[in-house]
């Protein structure tokens, strides 16, 4: 039996691969926003009054930047399970659902790690926005 050893195991549905890796734009994004924060605070940009990002109640940039770090380590484990996904001897959907269950559970726990209080007002901040796009 012939097993292709490619490292990049592209197969006709490669469309649906990519929408679930789009899950890397996601830990650019914190990236991108801790950076933006870093340099609001390095030019003196009143973000409180701008913004009304208070850093008292909200992440600063350097527990922005630790959320964007861990975003991209599970991110990268779950591309290197897609990559070696043949000589694991897995199904190789694996890697990006993985990636995509971890999160949200990461995300939902409601246990005091990784910045909980944080968590849990971006949480409430959806459920609230939600509620008020289902009432319009």
Excluded: C
């Excluded at 940009?45 to 008292?56: A, C, M, S, T, Y």
């Excluded at 897609?82 to 659902?97: E, K, R, S, T």
């Amino acid at each position: 039996v012939y097993r292709n050893r490619s490292p990049l195991p592209w197969s006709p549905d490669t469309g649906v691969l990519l929408g679930l890796w789009s899950g890397l734009v996601l830990s650019v994004w914190f990236f991108s926003f801790a950076a933006n924060t870093y340099f609001w605070r390095y030019f003196d940009v009143n973000n409180v009054l701008i913004f009304e990002f208070d850093p008292r109640n909200h992440l600063n940039f350097q527990q922005l930047f630790a959320v964007a770090s861990f975003m991209g380590i599970i991110w990268s484990s779950g591309l290197l399970f897609f990559l070696f996904a043949d000589w694991l001897h897995i199904p190789y959907y694996v890697g990006p659902v993985s990636t995509w269950v971890v999160w949200p559970v990461l995300f939902s726990l409601p246990v005091p790690f990784l910045y909980w209080r944080s968590r849990w007002w971006l949480f409430k901040e959806m459920v609230s926005d939600e509620w008020a796009m289902w009432l319009l």
